[in-house]
Each structure stands twice: as C-alpha cells, then as structure tokens.
C-alpha cells in the first residue's frame, strides 16, 4: 500500500496538529510538495476532538501500556555509512493521569453501542465496546508518573484490565462509597423508567420534557455520535491570527462557527454574566448607573490606552490588580475587569499586560457578536482538517495511520535528507517538520515541559440558567491559592454540535500544578455536583449535576527553545503541541515563522485563485482550486476520501 | 513550477471594462424602449420586463417606478384575479429584490406602500416579518421605520406589540433614533391620558419605567445623542393651549393692545379676535406693531372716541379669541390714562415650555442622576445640558447662579456652539429678570451688565415703561420691541446695536440713550425707523462711529425733525 508514495517531497510534515497543517497548506500553497503523516489514525494530534466511543477508545490507549512497540527496528539496516539516524518515538508520551468518572446512572444492558458507530464511523478507533471502555475508571500504567496516581484509587477499584469479563459493575464507577450506594439504590428504578421511554426517541424527549431529564450512561453512550470533545479547549478571538489567516486564505469556507454568547464570572459563591459590550452594559441589570458608567469610561480608556499614558504610566511597576485598585472602580467592577476581562493573573500580571490583553479582548468584541469569542461547530479539532483539505486541494499528499521510524541525517553536510517510514520506505525532502511528541526521550531528555491540566465533563445543565438553553459560556475561576493557576471553564451546548441534546459539555484548563483532577477537582466541586437521583424532584437552582467526568494532563510543549532539543539538523522544524492560551495565536505565529524560514519571501496562505482567472492550458494543465472537480493530482485527494485512511477500520493494537 | 498560473491584473481589467460597456449599453437601450412605450401608450408586460431590467440595478429611477404603476393600473382592468394574483406576487418578490439591492431606496419603499394599499388581502404579517429582517441587517434604516410603521397602521398591529419590538431593537443596540421615535409616538396611544389631562403625556409609572430605560443608556454611553433627544422628550410636555396674556387700554394714543401666549394671526374684523366695548360688538383693525401682517404676539387696533369718552364711570372691555375660547376683560375708569388686565407671569406659563410640569420630585431625582453622571463625565455637555433644563423647570431663581456656572462650563466643552449658548443664557436671564420684575409688581426692568446677546419675551414686556439694556453684547433691537407699547425710556448704551428696526411706532418713547455702540450705528439711515415714534425728544449718540462723519448733525435733524435734542 506505501508502494504508491512518491519517493521525493519538498516538504514532509510529521503531526497534524493545528501548525503542522498550517504550515502544510501554506506550503502547499505556495507550489511546494507537502508529504503530511501522521502515526495516529486520526487529524489533529493532542488538537483533535472525538465522539463519545471514540474519546473512550483514546482513553484506552492512553491507559494502557504499550509495550508492543518493541519492535526489530529494521531500518537501522537502511541507514548508509555517511548517514545517521534519529529515531523518532513509538509511543505518545504526552498524556498523564487520565482519570473517568462516571456518575449518570448505568443501565443493565450490556449491548448499548453508539447509534450507527459501524457503519458511518467518523471516530477512528470502533474495536473497543464503549461500555467496556467505560467501566475502566482509570488504569494505571507503567509509566513511572502515573505512579503516583495509582495510589489514589479506592481500595475497591478493580484494575480492569479484562474489561471483558466485568460487564455490569456499578461500584466501578464509584469514586467514594456513600455515591456508590446512592448509585445501586436507584439503579433499578431508572432502569425500568429507561425502558418505557424506550420508544420515544432520546433528544426530544429530553428536549420536550425537561421534567424527566434524566440522562443515563447509555444514552450518552448510544448518542455517542453527538459528541465531539475537544482535547484542547480553546475559542477563536474574533480579531486574533486564526481567524484573519482562515480569511485570508480562504480555508473559512471549510468551517462554521458559533459566537460565545456569554461571559461569566464566579463570585463568592454564586456565577453571574460579566457585562462586556455596550449593549451588555445598557441591559445589565446587576450593575448601578454609576457602575455602567465607571466600566464604560474605562474600557473606553482601555481601548487606546496607549494614547493617554500619563493614565497609567505611573502604575507600570505595579501588577494589574492593585492598578485597578487606583482606578475609579467598584470592587464588583474590579473583578469583573481582572478575572474575566482582561483574564490575567491576579499576583503575576503588570499594568501594560493587563490594559493589552483588556484592549485585544474589546478589539475583538462586536465583530461578530456580543462577545469576542467564536467556537468552531463540530469542536476545535476541525480547524487543523480544514487547513490538511486546503493542503490536500493544492496537490498535498495525506497518510494517517502512518508513523515514520526516522529522520536520516546526512554526515557530511549535517542536513536531513529523507525519512523512514513504518514500511522501511525511504523517502527524501528538503525540510522536514516534526511535532514535538514525535521526538524520542533521547532528542527531547534536555527539554523542560510544563504540563496542562484538563477536565472534560458531561452535565445535565447550564452553570447559569438563561431564557435560552443554548449558551456557549467562557468563564474563569481565579487561583485560589499561590501556586495554582486560574482555572478556564468553557461551557458547551448542543448547538454547538459538541454534544447529545439536554446535555452541556464542559471543559476546565489550567496551567498544572499538579496532577489534572488535584488541579481541577476543586473547581468542579464548587460548580457541579454528582448526579444522582433522588435529587430529581427539587431540582431548581441547584447547581447542575455531573454525568461524566474526565481528567487528563497533557504536556504543554509551547515556548521552548529549540537548543533545548539535542542534536537536530538546521532543516528539521519543531513544531509544539497545543499550548495553555486561550486563543490560538501562538500556533499561527509559530506556523507563520516557521514558513517563512523554509520559503522565504513567499505571501503566507494567500487567497486562492478566482476560479474564473485560472488559465488552462493544454498539457500543463493545474489543478483547478474548488473540491467539485474531484480529479486533481493523482494522490492528491481530499484528505478525507484519501486512500491511506483505508486502514483506519483496523484495531489499533 | 507547481504553481496556478492566473490571469494578470491587466487581462483582468480588460474583461471587466468590456463587461461594463456592454452593461452599459443594455442599461441605455432599455430606458430609450420604455420611455419610447410610454410615450406611444404601450402600457403593457413588456414595460413591467424592460423596466425591471433597469430598476434591478438602479432601484432609484423614479420615474420607471411611475411607469410601473401606469402599467400595473392598467392591468388591474384588463386581467383575471388570478392573473392579477400572479402578477402581484412577482411584483412583491421583484420589490423585495430591489430592496436587496438599496435598502434604503425611497422609490422602492414607496412602490410597495402603494402597491400594498391597493391589494384586497394584503399579508401583512408578511410584511412586519420582512421589516423586521431588514431592521435585523441595519437597525438604523430609518426607511424601514417608515414602512414599518405604515404597515403596523393599515394592519393595526397593536401598540403593545411595537413597543415591545422597539425594546428588542434597543436592547441590541440603543443608539437608535428610530426605535426612541417610535416609543414617543406608541406610550401615548397605549397610555391614554383623561380628556381633561395635557395630552401626549405618560402616567407616572410609565414615565418613571422609560426615564430608567433611557439613564441606562446615557450612563452607558453619555456621548449617544440618541438617547438624550428621548430624555427631553419624555420630559417635555405638549404645547400650552392657546391664551390671552394681557389686555391694555390707552386713552392718550385711543388704542388697545392684546398680548398672546404664543403667535398668533389675526384676521380684520370680527372673525377671529371679537371686540366688546361695554358688551356690544366692536369692529376694528387689528394690526401688528411693527405693521406685518404676520402671526405674532400682540395685536393692537385704534379705538373709536365714542368708546373712550368720559361720559361713562368706566368702559368695559372684553376680547374674545374665538377659535380659542379665551377670553380678557379690562376697565378703563373715568379720569385715567390707561387701564389694563393681565396674568401674573408666572415662571410656569412662561418658562417650562421646554420641561414638564411634572412633579417636581421627579425632576427633581433626574437632576440627581445627572448630576452623578456629571461627576463622572465633567465634560458631557448633554448632561452639562439636561442640567441646565432641569434647574429651569424645577426653580429658574433659585438655580440661578448654579445655572451659570454650568453654562460657563458647557461653553469651554463645546466652543463649537458658543454662539447658541450665550443666548440660551440670555433667555434664561430675561425670564429671571422678568419674574422678579414681577414679583416686584413694578414696571421698571433693569437688564444691565448681563452679558445678553439676544433680547426674547419682549412680549411680555407690555407695560414696561423704563427698559435698561446698557452693557451688554446685543446687536439688534428687534422688531418684537415694538410691542412695548408703554416704553418711555430706553437705555441701550454700551453694546454692539447695528439695527433699531425695532424702535418704531413706539408711542410713548420720549429718551433713547444710545451711547459708546462702538461697533454699530455707522450711517445715520439706520435712525430712520425712530422718526415714527411722535414724542422721542432725546437721543444720545456719543461714541458711535457715525458721530464722526461730516455734517452729521445737519443729517440727523433733517431724518428727526421732531427730536429736540440730539447727543453726538
């Protein structure tokens, strides 16, 4: 099957992250000839987004050991006298700690599967049976950090490592005991209630009857498809460089995006809506007269800031916070500006960071809405496809599934020239761009990572009720304590296409501390609360209720330096995982330089062609730019129909 | 190599200049063959295609939209209703892609008014729906306002239904005229005021609501003017009807004087002032002091000797406004010069034409707010403004000196309007003055060292008989000071006067002090008008310009023969 790759690329771009594609499809744009791996069966890396069974069938990976990697490496034989080799990883190191939790309650049956999971797959991985992969709260693996983390497991908690074998074991899902028998208690009764509203089909029974709300593990299970979770939770600043690059080039078109509708604020206790624009301000009904106006005047000011420096000059030395403190502020309006504004840290960030991330936040405000936000439909693991189709469309050639053994390195010159792949293929380039998880421990043993802390959790409602149950809310939590950081909350509804109707899909972030759910579970605790079911009946201004709870760290592999990497050549670009950030600046910026190092001189992902302006001539016929004319190169194919995703049915084992 | 190749920029430019002349052409030969048709009578489909052609691209040819109806009149005799049916559904779908096009084309807008109107089942809710995704794109276009408003009349749309979609459309965006119009013109019909209460004003709780929807927004943003014009009108209060201020009889110049609360046209005779001298009707000419015929506030006519003489204790006159139903009685008794009737001018009827007489505790936490909102923004001058007003309506004498201070400060944040500032000043300071001339009950104004630019109410000056507007800025003596039938002496020095137009038929002004008009008064034609005032003996000229021309004192005694002695 790898016979028919072309032994020659220009440009081979290993990861398909948000970058890699980026500088993929501007390469490709650009005329050169993109080769785009990845070892993975799936788009996107550490950026991608799952369905239900297909984020379990991740999980599963991640927490087993991977020992099957040990392999004869047969391509050592390939590697000439005047060449050496960097090998490159077998095995994705960058998740840690991933930890499930499952509290909506189990049904009896063992068979639920995603709705149509077999037929139309759009999650890569289907070999797992999601309620098997379910049932493993956490495995812990090898891996000498989850060490640690083994220890935290309830004394009850069989490893399951048969999950075959443990079909139906609800004191799996418990994570303390007085839960676990809530659990078994109702466990029967909202059985029977599933199998009378049987028939009726699932969204719009929770949608038309909210009274009976009650979401149960299978039907997250068998609405699996409705789901798309992020591994990195991010949103688009409406003015930032994603969004002027997805116009520029054009690659808009393969994407559609919904505004956040609201910005929130967690304050003693008690979650309210920051008012943020002007008409936000006109309708608020929390803040006095006088506050309107004291927030207006100085997000006003915040907008040119810079014009009036003799506002702020003489606070330069002190942190954001006490600046504020000077400013003719409430403490309500303080707050508001600090934490969910300017979204900067409380002990760490100066004046100027703070009036330049509150002037970036209103700059993007208005836009496109009432908030400076957009999310992307179907989840943030979209965007890296859109850029891999836009690479596709100009004659960039697609393998997932595909891993590269090495990268051979030329003695003479120091300069890689060729890689190796799973096939023991060798295939030459003049550069070569490698994300960072695809380096071994032995390139990457000088590099000092920071971590990211995530959660992903499954709710039954808003953390704030409004008029309309479709919100898309960002909110942050400020650190607690010295030491921790703050905690970004994004709160996702169904319209988003992110998950099953009647439900909210919530994802926590933070710079880690510690482990994901030391970082994050107490955040979760103060916003949400277990589901169980006795609680059903009073249910109003209660927080909402947890169903499923994720928690995972994934190493955070942005701002460092590349001599931190041993013994690269000038011709092999690193490219980092997802970062912390908010917005996704720091992978255009990243994809930008690194393009402009391999073609310099050249416009970064110009607009395509008008197809009216293409001319076409006889035997130098190119490729004309629109998906319709489905004939382009031979290989070059839309990534999605392409050939090397032929193996993606195969287990993965 | 690898690369698109596409067409230069030139090749570019050639093919679309080639498309425009051919567009061009299309467009001119379409408008030659309607035009051509109308003129020969050819009113028939093949107009309403042509004339689509070209209105698709230019929705502002009017007179094509005229062609368009002729023909479509036309049809309405000739087809069945089922044609007519079609016809109308391809014309509305026509309109609204015009629309599309221009949306803010008053052609078109006025096309589908007209069209609208003349359909037996109009869908009106078609019609709201289709306003509403044209407001969706540009709240602001006050086309659509129109049409909307039209078509929630023909459907009769209830009130409460629009004022609620204005709240949407405020709630988006408030800076928008359009939707605070249309409140203005909605809360009145949801809120109907008793017959007797003033008319187009709201009841306290809803007033009360709106002044908060409104502070919302000016605190929001004090610079949106938007918001501030709704302000004043909700504060504002509908016109006062119609009355007789002041009634005044001469014996000596055998003339009675009627003032009016606002300008107003009298016609000769007795149709619309009525004349009663001792109860039977009189027949006069009414005129005006300055001799325009033209609405204005006072209105004079000569009197018989017979209803004057003295043969009688007293003689009673009465003056009826007959569209009005206002009346005035005065006596003149036996032995006097002068007999007059008059309303005490109260700072209500004179002064709060701009705020509402609503209570005063209303005013009174709106002046609060501002006044909080003036801490914050020292330099709005809308809310430097609203202040202003506020002090007036709630207490002119007491604010005064407040009033001032915030009129100096309103004019350092808007040079730009300097001019109209100072005198709105010095209309306020007149009515001051006015008041406590009042309340003085005496007949002597002193107007001196106030810094005035512009003189108004002088018709409420009527019995003054010593005016003195030494040291101030004025310019002009306006006609209105015609109406100071009784001014004896008139004291002008110190200022900028380059017209006395005002000066005329002045019956009982005996001194004009015009002295140091250092800017004015530069040819002695412009003391033509004083000649008509019968008893003016003094004038003082000194320090006017004109004093230095050659032989001016022979001038002056030949245009003033009557004018014992003149100062220069």
Redesign the interface.
Known sequence: MANNLPSEFDVIVIGTGLPESVIAAACSR????VLHVDSRSYYGGNWASFSFSGLLSWLKEHQESSDAVNESPTWQEQILENEEAIALSKKDRTIQHVEVFCYASQDLHEDVEEAGALQKNRAPLTAVNPTEAADSVFLPKEDESLSTVSCEIPAEQPPSSNPESAPEVNDVEAVEEKENDGNDKTCVQATSEKETGENVPTAENTAEQPKKNRITYSQIVKEGRRFNIDLVSKLLYSRGLLIELLIKSNVSRYAEFKNVTRILAFRDGRVEQVPCS??D???SKQLT??E???L??FLTFCMDYEEHPDEYKAYEEMTFSEYLKTQ?LTPNLQYFVLHSIAMTSEATSTTIDGLKATKNFLRCLGRYGNTPFLFPLYGQGELPQCFCRMCAVF?GIYCLHHSVQCLVVDKDSGKCKAIIDQFGQRIISKHFIVEDSYFSEKTCSNVQYRQISRAVLITDRSVLKADSDQQISILTVPASKPGTFAVRVIELCSSTMTCMKGTYLVHLTCTSSKTAREDLEPVVQELFTPYTETEIENDEGKKPRLLWALYFNMRDSSDISRNSYNDLSSNIYICSGPDCGLGNDNAVKQAEALFQQICPNEDFCPPP??PE???L?GD?L?PE?SESSSILQTNSETPKESPYLGNQEEPSE | HGRLKVKTSEEQAEAKRLEREQKLKLYLSATQAVFQKRQAGELDESVLELTSQILGANPDFATLWNCRREVLQQLETQKSPEELAALVKAELGFLESCLRVNPKSYGTWHHRCWLLSRLPEPNWARELELCARFLEVDERNFHCWDYRRFVAAQAAVPPAEELAFTDSLITRNFSNYSSWHYRSCLLPQLHPQPDSGPQDRLPEDVLLKELELVQNAFFTDPNDQSAWFYHRWLLGRADPQDALRCLHVSRDEACLTVSFSRPLLVSSGMETLLLMVDGSPLAVEWRTPDGRNRPNHVWLCDLPAASLNDQLPQHMFCVIWMAGDAQKECVLLKGRQEGWCRDSATDEQLFRCELSVEKSTVLQSELESCKELQELEPENKWCLLTIILLMRALDPLLYEKETLQYFQTLKAVDPMRAAYLDDLRSKFLLENSVLKMEYAEVRVLHLAHKDLTVLCHLEQLLLVTHLDLSHNRLRALPSALAALRCLEVLQVDDNDIESLDGVTNLPRLRELLLCSNRKGLRQPTALQSLASCPRLVLLNLQGNPLCQAVGISEQLAELLPLVSSILI
């Open positions: 650009s005329g050169q000839r002007r008409a301000v006109f309708n007269m006088v309107k106006r004291m207006m005047k003719k004659g062609p008008n302006d293409i001319v001539d130098s190119q730019p």
